[in-house]
């Protein structure tokens, strides 16, 4: 019985330092931003959202946890997850991201995600959460879930305020009203989009652009078509060098005009493309 222990703790060694050489290592505080091209990142030991900062996670990001490690929110985590690309929390033996794994991930694999009281305001946008004890565990009402995906957690899915929620197997979203804030005090913007003021922005002034930028091409482009053809009679009058002033302030004219028209509708393009891409992050 012995030399089978022994070798069973060689065995998950050797699996361990596979796996480390193979991921980036997290632990301890996270950084302000975590980027999606440096992972899997691999937690060896409990990560921390550190209190008073804030956490960005970028699109596309996977946490691969070992066994009784896990993520604790003590300041805001921002999780910019989309449909594409979402942010995964799993275990190590998660064979989709750890294909050289020879164990099968389940249940109780890694402890979770805590989320504690002062963390108010964190915003996990399409995330996935898996194989853990806890899924998410807040004890704070003012979060923001939106399509996170719970797959195959030990004793909970998500649980808020110490009450376990029904998550379905669709992507699940958790989200307070602007009523409750008001009730327990809380500042209404922590409930609304991170990226709603910039998106904002963005949208109105890239809609503000494209209508000058139309309006202005469209006025110069009358009037450099009006320009155009007095150059042309200028031209047509034209001798003997009689009336060169005349043409080069013609020209002069019709060159300047050109070029208003063509800011115009570069100017509308830029809006064009600012207000798409408001809708886009």
């Not at 030991?45 to 066994?67: H, Q």
């Not at 504690?116 to 915003?123: E, S």
């Not at 995330?127 to 704070?140: D, F, Q």
Request: hydrophobic share 40%; aromatic share 10%.
């Amino acid at each position: 019985m012995l030399p089978l222990c022994l070798a069973a703790l060689l065995y998950a060694s050797l699996a361990a330092k596979t796996a480390s050489a193979n991921f980036e290592t997290l632990v301890g505080d996270l950084p302000k931003t975590i980027l999606a091209t440096k992972g899997p990142y691999l937690i060896t030991s409990d990560i921390f959202v550190p209190a008073g900062k804030v956490v960005t996670v970028e699109a596309g990001t996977v946490f691969l946890f070992k066994n009784f490690t896990g993520l604790h929110v003590q300041g805001t985590l921002v999780v910019k997850g989309t449909a594409g690309q979402p942010v995964v929390f799993s275990s190590e033996n998660d064979k989709r991201f750890n294909p050289q794994t020879s164990l099968i991930a389940n249940p109780y694999d890694w402890n979770g995600i805590f989320i504690h009281d002062d963390a108010i305001g964190t915003d996990l946008q399409h995330i996935e959460v898996a194989y853990s004890v806890y899924g998410i565990n807040s004890l704070t009402k003012f979060i923001r879930i939106v399509e996170g995906v719970f797959k195959e957690n030990g004793r909970a899915n998500l649980t808020v305020e110490g009450q376990t929620q029904s998550v379905t197997a669709e992507p699940f979203s958790y989200s307070l009203s602007v009523k409750n804030a008001s009730v327990d005090g809380v500042p209404v913007r922590i409930l609304q989009d991170p990226d709603a003021p910039k998106r904002n922005v963005v949208r109105y002034g890239g809609a503000s652009l494209l209508a000058a930028g139309v309006v202005a091409g469209a006025v110069f482009t009358v009037q450099w078509n009006a320009s155009k053809q007095h150059m042309s009679d200028v031209v047509g009058n034209l001798d003997n060098n009689e009336g060169e002033e005349d043409f080069h302030s013609a020209q002069s004219t019709r060159n300047t005009n050109a070029a208003l028209m063509t800011a115009g509708y570069v100017l509308g393009l830029v809006g064009a493309c600012g207000f798409t891409y408001s809708f886009f992050f």
